[in-house]
């Protein structure tokens, strides 16, 4: 990459850092909006069951996404923390970045609960 060196262990960005809440959005507006619009179109296309699997689905995805971001940056910061090697910066920011992406799971597991737990489109 241009401007850095070889042996220096990149720091995360303010993007990546918050990558896993940037995926929490999605998910909550995904969720919401498509169980508002799935009511809505309900008794004409779908049925509730399967709208509630489509949801699930929506929320099993969302949940990769974040499963997959805390994943990398643990690996990334434990990595770091192991070897001794990266500035203290940079240490801090991945530890920093493991700990809003696990954050950002658990928000997104607590965002779908309620799939789990109310039927859908209930009058």
């Not at 498509?34 to 949801?55: D, E, F, I, K, R």
């Amino acid at each position: 990459m241009h401007g850095w060196k070889s042996g220096m262990p990149r720091t995360p960005g303010v993007w990546r850092v918050m990558a896993g809440f940037i995926v929490w959005a999605l998910a909550f507006v995904v969720l919401y909006v498509g169980h508002a619009l799935g009511c809505l179109y309900v008794p004409s296309t779908l049925t509730p069951a399967s709208l509630t699997m489509l949801l699930t689905a929506l929320w099993a995805l969302h949940l990769a996404a974040c499963a997959v971001l805390t994943l990398r940056s643990g690996r990334r910061s434990c990595g770091m923390r192991r070897e001794g090697n990266g500035t203290v910066q940079a240490r801090f920011m991945w530890r920093a970045t493991f700990l809003t992406d696990a954050l950002a799971l658990l928000a997104v597991l607590v965002t779908g609960l309620p799939l789990l737990a109310f039927p859908v489109c209930q009058a």
